[in-house]
Structure formats: C-alpha cells, structure tokens
C-alpha cells in the first residue's frame, strides 16, 4: 500500500537549545546544512538527524524553493542533494546553480539510490561527493566532518 503525509516546510529552523552530544561527544556546532530532495520522508529524516547532531538545517524539495531560502539569506556550508529531482533537474545541476547564486563554491554531496558507475563519475567530474541510498549515519557523519567544523 502506499500513502503520503503532508506537512507545511518550515521558513526559518530555529537551533535547538541543548542540542544531545552524539556518541563521539562532538557536536557539529551549528553547522549550516541545505537539504535538497523532492521526497517529503528523506527531508523530515535527514532534518531529524542532522539537528540531533547540531547542525542549523534548511529543507527544500526543488530550485524554486533553494530560491526562497537564498533570498531570506540563508547561506549554507554545505549541501545534501538528492540526484533525481523533479522536472529533470538533477543534483549536479542544481549544485552548480546554487554555487553560481552564491559566487562561491558550496559542498555537496549528492545523495542518490542510483548507483550506476557513469552518474557517480558525473557527480564527481562536477566536485562532488556521492553518497548512496539509504543512507548510513555512520558514512554521512564521516563525509559531513571532511567539511564542517567539529
């Protein structure tokens, strides 16, 4: 069976205020993260995860929505995004837009089910990290600490 739950996208993320030391007792202090996915499950998941570790997280199903975040001033350290979003846009194109909008060269990471060896090999041409679906927590905090402050 299928369904679907519907929630309204928050505008702004409030940090929370005594964020849980994860395991390794570090705290990925404040660190801003733009999710980018067209599934409503994988934004509520990876934005649940994330603030847990403490990143200040930011959500957005497609361009129009990295728009709105972008001309309220968020600027993000890093991206997560997903490969397949809707319209055709894909995650390298949407990665390069968002670094020609800020004039600076964001990490990302593209995080898609689709492995096949020439779309991983794109992600990377475009300076890119990949990340399979699902994904790993373990393997996701491991590539977030190459980018962000711990």
């Known amino acids: 069976s299928v369904?679907?739950?519907?929630?309204?996208?928050?505008?702004?993320?409030?940090?929370?205020?005594?964020a849980t030391v994860e395991s390794n007792g570090?705290?990925?202090s404040g660190a801003?993260?733009?999710?980018?996915d067209n599934e409503d499950s994988i934004l509520i998941g990876m934005n649940s995860l994330l603030s847990r570790w403490g990143c200040q997280v930011w959500t957005a199903r497609n361009r129009?929505?990295?728009?709105?975040?972008?001309s309220q001033g968020v600027r993000p350290q890093l991206a997560l995004v997903d490969y397949h979003l809707d319209h055709g846009d894909t995650g390298t194109e949407l990665m390069a837009w968002l670094r020609t909008r800020l004039g600076e060269p964001v990490p990302g990471v593209v995080i898609s089910a689709d492995g096949r060896p020439e779309m991983v090999a794109q992600v990377h041409a475009a300076g890119l990290d990949y990340l399979a679906k699902p994904v790993k927590p373990a393997a996701l905090r491991a590539l977030l600490s190459r980018y962000l402050p711990l």
């Open 64 to 70: 129009d929505e990295c728009e709105a975040l972008l």
């Open 26 to 28: 570090k705290l990925l």
């Open 3 to 18: 369904f679907s739950v519907t929630v309204p996208l928050a505008r702004t993320q409030i940090p929370p205020a005594n």
């Open 32 to 36: 801003q993260v733009l999710c980018i």
